[in-house]
């Protein structure tokens, strides 16, 4: 471990590492350029849930990324393998109508009405986020009915700052009904575990990136690869002081750790 010269493959978070909203950072495209030079590989893991990963097909495209489905795995990917070996009745699904439809399309029994029958409730990053779906979910939870969620981000970067991701919709649940749900992506290592899975790189050819600690690091520390942290998103240096999951490696932006891999 802790030698990124032997990595193969790059687990890329992509909010606040390789571009901010429709900004592509500096030095991505050369950077997976390297990747494909050394015969790597490079998957994108995500825990934004709002989009479907053909939209993530779409969003890289037209930043000058080519990348088919196989290149993603999302917080809602693993979701929908945790729900399958759960064998619910029925699910309320409490996110966005992408979130919805790949729920869907996974064979899972959902609905977005509060009806008779649900046993579980499942909350993805809602940019359609609306007082009713609060209102059923408090019910809901007041009920008694399993609780899970895509993931525990506080915010989602923005060209103008920070919005309330499913993490801080989750503590405003739990301020009105005590419950918190059982976070499924990052700092999970589930997402990397599946990624090396599909891949067949070892632990060591493996290394994570991302711009948060709490999820990204976490995530890879929990799986036992390399973890590199980069500045150009919402964690700073200070935030590693005080971070109980610490990143074997810091770099500025994704440009100055390709500036390390080839020097």
């Not at 790597?40 to 995500?46: C, D, E, I, N, V």
């Not at 940019?127 to 525990?152: R, W």
């Not at 301020?175 to 575990?193: H, Q, S, V, W």
């Not at 005080?242 to 500036?259: A, H, R």
């Amino acid at each position: 471990m802790n030698d990124l010269k032997k990595v193969k493959l790059y687990l890329l978070d992509m909010d606040g590492t390789i571009y901010l909203d429709n900004d592509l950072f500096e030095g991505v495209h050369e950077f997976l350029a390297y990747i494909r030079e050394i015969g790597g590989k490079y998957m994108f893991l995500t825990n934004n849930s709002s989009k479907s990963v053909d939209k993530y097909v779409e969003k890289l495209a037209s930043l000058g990324i080519e990348s088919v489905p196989d290149d993603f795995l999302t917080s809602t990917n693993a979701t929908v393998l945790y729900l399958l070996k759960k064998n619910y009745n029925k699910i309320y699904a409490f996110g966005t109508t992408s979130f919805k439809e790949q729920l869907r399309e996974a064979g899972l029994p959902i609905t977005d009405q509060r009806e008779d029958g649900i046993d579980c409730l499942c909350m993805g990053f809602d940019t359609e986020l609306t007082f009713q779906k609060l209102e059923d979910a408090c019910i809901l939870l007041n009920q008694g009915v399993d609780y899970v969620a895509t993931n525990p981000d506080w915010v989602c970067p923005t060209w103008y700052g920070s919005v309330p991701d499913c993490g801080s919709v989750s503590a405003m649940l739990c301020n009105a009904t005590g419950r918190m749900p059982l976070f499924i992506g990052k700092p999970e290592p589930a997402m990397a575990l599946l990624a090396m899975e599909k891949t067949g790189y070892t632990k060591e050819e493996t290394a994570l990136i991302g711009d948060r600690l709490y999820t990204d690091i976490a995530c890879g520390v929990n799986a036992g690869v390399n973890s590199i942290f980069v500045l150009s998103g919402e964690g700073t240096m200070e935030d590693v002081a005080t971070s109980e999951k610490k990143p074997d490696f810091i770099y500025q932006d994704v440009k100055t750790l390709l500036e390390f891999l080839k020097a």
